[in-house]
Antibody, heavy 118, light 107 residues
């Protein structure tokens, strides 16, 4: 059974940093692209970033470019999202999801809540 | 970047009704279009990919169509368990933008 588990969320002050993790099991992790999608309270889904299976390519939404950094450790089946210079508008549930070419995001984690507030 | 526009933003229909949700892309995306269902407090779930292919386990009352810029999600006979918000997403290239969502309720 495929499982993605996010962790690392919490309450953080504006301007500070936070690192999220997404640990995968039940899949061939080093073959899979991983995406992060976020959802602000009461709002729709916003695509944030992707990392290719081997970490060779990364793409960021304009809203987080220069502040967020994605990386992965295939030996630990884990993707990391380093979030710096956090703003109130980054408050959201952050989901990681597996992307399969031609299919879309077929497996999602349960999400982790990030609250940016003073 | 491709912008995705969904309509309506919400709808209310009776059990058994046929429900249609539309999604328009600002540029042609061929059939690189997915639909997701999200129930309150839960992660999204992939319903349809390549615009019209049902993900395994999805009831056959769900259907998708379209290509290029105009797409449709149809629920042929609305059931109580279909109460959710539905999102389209283009995945032709990054950024993989989502539509604004359509909230479906039972009348």
């Amino acid at each position: 059974q495929v499982q993605l588990v996010e962790s690392g969320g919490g309450v953080v002050q504006p301007g500070r940093s936070l690192r999220l993790s997404c640990e995968a099991s039940g899949l061939t992790f080093n073959s899979d692209d991983i995406h992060w999608v976020r959802q602000a309270p009461g709002k729709g889904l916003e695509w944030v970033v992707l990392i290719r299976n081997d970490g060779s390519r990364k793409y960021y939404a304009d809203s987080v470019k220069g502040r967020f950094t994605i990386s992965r450790d295939n030996s630990k089946s884990t993707v990391y999202l380093q979030m710096n210079s956090l703003r109130a508008e980054d408050t959201a549930v952050y989901y990681c999801a597996r992307f399969v070419s031609g299919y879309g995001l077929d497996w999602w984690g349960q999400g982790t809540l990030v609250i940016v507030s003073s | 970047d491709v912008q995705m526009t969904q309509s309506p933003s919400s709808l209310s229909a009776s059990v058994g009704d046929r429900v249609t949700i539309t999604c328009r892309a600002s540029l042609g995306i061929s059939n690189y279009l997915a639909w997701y269902q999200q129930k309150p407090g839960k992660a999204p779930k992939l319903l349809i990919y390549t615009a019209s292919t049902l993900q395994s386990g999805v009831p056959s009352r769900f259907g998708g169509s379209g290509s290029g810029t105009d797409f449709t999600l149809t629920i042929s006979s609305l059931q109580p368990e279909d109460v959710a918000t539905y999102y389209c997403q283009n995945y032709i290239s990054a950024p993989l933008t989502f539509g604004g969502g359509t909230k479906v309720e039972i009348k």
